[in-house]
């Protein structure tokens, strides 16, 4: 019942969050935070696609200041990074969305809340004085999206993040075999038990000071369907696989403020976004969670770059765990990086204490990165700070375009992933 102790003092990288909150989450929450659709291998392919991209050392350089300010979608950010909707992080830790939001705004970022939060909006709201974006998905419902919306301009939320690639959902094999889809057998209850019972820490603390499984901003639209296999049944009713780009004038509409654009992977998509007049476009494959098999998120960025970035902020999330992935994105032409798994990982772990020290391991990854590249201010981060790259998952071969792994040759890297 009582876990061995991880095999270091303290966590020193999201990675070792991410061990952290193995060991204290029951397997069924573990598994919904750290996997993702089919095979994984695009999840896979959005971590190890970062490591594919090589940075260019440069030294004795005065690197004295650095400076990671910057500002994205008329927001002043500490850094470039927003911690990301994600769905359900109030079962992670007790009150998980409250939690996460303070210790972003205490770094100086963003947090954005997911339509399936545990905590509502007005719980964030008067819990954090910093705004703090929000997020939807296109439901049947439009009355009651139509009252989601103004739930968040009344809290504040100058930036609305339209998630569009979970029209339909992708098979998450391991959410089937935990039972997190629905589950009768007398064994599979007791199996469930067990692992609540043998994740003492996260039960007690959840007991105590979590209201588990309340839906907070959809206690009204969906108040039979307060337990998970409910839920599902509920996403699948709600969400609205008819919505087509038409739809999107019905949200502009009934939102005053900022839109971004999530789950955009092909430059034509993020050109329709554009022109019809969208704030920003997040380049995301959802963390890998919805269509396995398609390209890594950093190999779809540069293309996505090129057909938009002068008229719309281009952000990108998908495999983002350190500073170093940040300063790379950057390199690529985002504005910014959402991250995921990272504070989420950090929550399940360690609570908001978790949250805030990954920010800050994070902001030191950045400032280091940027240090050895000899940039002291963010807007000197461009492909010149990149060295040649091995091929990546999910890009052309680069030998094939005619790019050779020579040390100092600039890659092309728009032209790779063609
Ligand atoms: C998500 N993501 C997500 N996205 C969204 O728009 N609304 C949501 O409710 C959720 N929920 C959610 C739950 C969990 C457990 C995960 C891991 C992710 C996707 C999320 O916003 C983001 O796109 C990915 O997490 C980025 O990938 P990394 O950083 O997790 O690798």
């Not at 950090?346 to 590249?373: D, F, N, P, S, Y």
């Amino acid at each position: 019942m009582f876990e061995a102790r991880p095999s270091f003092l303290q966590p020193a990288s999201a990675g070792d969050y991410r061990e952290l909150a193995r060991r204290r989450l029951p397997r069924q929450f573990f598994d919904y935070l750290d996997g993702g659709a089919y095979d994984e291998a695009t999840m896979r392919n959005n971590v190890e696609d970062f490591r594919r991209v090589l940075l260019r050392q440069r030294v004795l350089r005065d690197i004295s200041h650095i400076n990671l300010k910057t500002e994205v979608l008329g927001q002043k950010l500490a850094m470039p990074v927003i911690l990301g909707p994600v769905g359900l992080a109030g079962m992670f830790a007790p009150r998980g969305e409250v939690q996460a939001a303070q210790a972003a705004e205490r770094a100086g970022v963003p947090f954005c809340e997911s339509t399936v939060s545990i905590c509502s909006l007005e719980e964030v709201r008067a819990n954090t004085s910093a705004p703090f974006w929000y997020q939807l998905y296109v439901m049947r419902d439009r009355g009651y999206a139509r009252e989601l919306l103004q739930r968040a301009h009344a809290a504040g939320c100058p930036v609305l993040v339209f998630t569009v690639d979970l029209a339909v959902v992708g098979a998450r094999y391991r959410d089937v075999r935990n039972g997190m889809t629905g589950i009768s057998s007398p064994f599979g209850k007791l199996a469930k038990a067990w692992d609540f019972i043998s994740h003492p820490g996260w039960s007690l603390s959840m007991a105590m000071r979590g209201k588990p499984l309340v839906f907070g901003n959809l206690v009204k639209a969906m108040p039979e369907a307060q337990s998970l296999p409910a839920f599902r049944a509920w996403v699948n009713a709600q969400f609205d696989p008819a919505v087509t780009w038409n739809d999107l004038a019905w949200l502009r509409e009934n939102w005053p403020g900022k839109i971004v654009v999530k789950g955009i992977l092909d430059p034509d998509d993020a050109r329709t976004a554009a022109s019809l007049g969208f704030d920003g476009v997040v380049v995301s494959n959802h963390g890998g969670r919805q269509l396995d098999g398609v390209p890594s998120s950093i190999s779809a960025l540069p293309p996505i770059v090129d057909a938009v970035g002068d008229r719309v902020e281009v952000l990108v999330d998908g495999g983002v765990r350190s500073g170093l992935d940040v300063v790379k994105a950057l390199a690529l032409g985002a504005r910014a990086c959402i991250i995921g798994r990272a504070w989420a990982y950090a929550l399940a772990g360690a609570g908001g204490a978790g949250v805030a020290h990954v920010l800050q391991i994070m902001r030191k990854e950045m400032e280091v990165a940027m240090a050895l590249t000899a940039c002291t201010d963010l807007n000197e981060i461009n492909q010149d700070i990149l060295t040649s790259a091995l091929p990546a998952t999910g890009m052309k071969d680069a030998a094939s375009a005619g790019i050779h792994g020579v040390a100092g040759s600039r890659v092309d890297y728009a032209e790779i992933s063609k």
